[in-house]
């Protein structure tokens, strides 16, 4: 029964919340008596300091986008459910709460600085600027991941029903709903729990309008092809990304952090007392390979799952914006451990939207994103709510989901810029912004309709990679202050491993392409873009290893 599988998981994750978060902070020794830097400097636009639930929402909406579902979907489609399972649980515990709560951790104790700033003063020689670039091309493949994942939300079409154009125009008014909330909350200094009481009924009244609204207004969303919605999208970003995180990152995570809640406890009812049956292989593998693609296990699975049990995107965004807004120490336990747990679960619960259905079900031919909704809207039939209304409201979601991690990676990914250029201007501010979604636009321009499907394995590596360089930095900085680095450095080894084997194959179709001649087989698009990201990726990888073994190789060090 999913009931008994899904149960095991909570208690181990909250068996972990309480012993290795405290294990964890005991490592660097929280102190509430330090002011933090939101409290220090508080400028109103970056620095804003933030109570703790607050924070935890705008953080977890913000990490928690498309990857904890269509990532494990994908993985449990591939290679069986139970694969899936055993890697997000230790991934989770282990690796990726470890890697967010010293990325918030550090970041704090240097003035939020990003977690480039302290590579640049642990790592020696160009360690800082081949970070920076790696940073920004991460960012770049998560921004194009997840604009070209929300653009096919929009256009999403089942058995005749439009679905889509009702998402978008509930998107577009829940962006809205957002800013009204920042200004009464930032301007009128309205109380947060009035506020809340206010818009959260706003937000689901949203939810239920969208499919209902005239026609003509969902006609008029319908006209825009995927292309055209990849366009609109990254105006959002660039917009999203230059105005104050008060008006519109903090309110939108806030109420996004409450739609995942929400959307959680849908999921943990359907999968704990929904009855539901495990109809779907534990594994679908012949031997290490997949039997729907053929490829191998070691390491697709870990770079499918990506962020549903570690992620690099999660320790920029916790140097970046999260560590602006902490308002005590202590609470960076629930905010950075605590919140990849969260991840962790609904990576879980993405899983059981799988593991429900037959291996031969239509269904599971469909995109990712359409799957999950197909779990959330049998879960909520089990309230007699009609399956149509169940299935637009899981879609919106979905996209929720995702923008609140598409305008807080291109802000992180101006960020990143403006730091690798020195442009402090606000002509610079600009400039980095619009680069910013200038390169995804080109990439997904260029490649065929379902661009994420290119872009998902580089995104996959990428950010698995980022996090094998944020646990090394991690590394330098408890090492300096004569901390044993174990907790950090076996993790960092192992995703090395996985992610530079990844970036080895997907260079190799690429390479093979050569040798036998554009002239004779021509490489396709995709192929040509997989391959020069891999290059690109690896040989970022190998300068940046090379000046960091500087760090570790002269000295001995206790582990």
Known sequence: MISILVGIVIVIFLIAYIFYGRFLANRVTLNNNSPTPACR?????DYVPAKHTLLLGQHFSAIAAAGPIVGPVLACLWFGWLPALIWIVLGAIFIGGAHDFFALVASVRHDGASIGEIVKKYMPGKSYKFFLIFVWLALVYVIIAFTDITAHTFKTTIEGANFGPAVAVSSVLYLFLAMSLGVLLYRFKVKLWIATAIFLPLLLFIIWAGPHLPQAILNAFSIFSVKQWDIIILLYCLAASLIPVWLLLQPRGYMGGWFLYLVIAIGLIGALFGGFKIEFPAINTNGFLSAVNGKNIFPLLFITVACGACSGFHGIVSSGTTSKQLKRESDSV???????????LVAVLAIGTVMMLPKADSILKSDPNLVYAHGIAR?????????EAAFAFALLAFSTFVYDTLDVCTRLARYCLQELMGWTSKKGMYLAGIISVAVPFLFLMMTKEKGYLVAWPIFGTSNQLLASFILLAASSWLMYMGKKIKIAVIPMLFMFAITLCSLTQMIIPFVKSLVVGWGKQPPSSDIILSGTCGI??????VMLIWEARQVFVPKKVSL
Not at 536 to 541: C, G, I, Q
């Open 334 to 344: 629930p905010i950075a451990y605590g919140a990849m747990l969260l991840e962790g």
């Open 41 to 45: 400097v508080n400028d109103g636009i």
């Open 536 to 541: 690109l990726l690896l040989s970022l990888s």
């Open 379 to 387: 879960y909520l039939g089990l309230i007699k709510i009609p399956y």
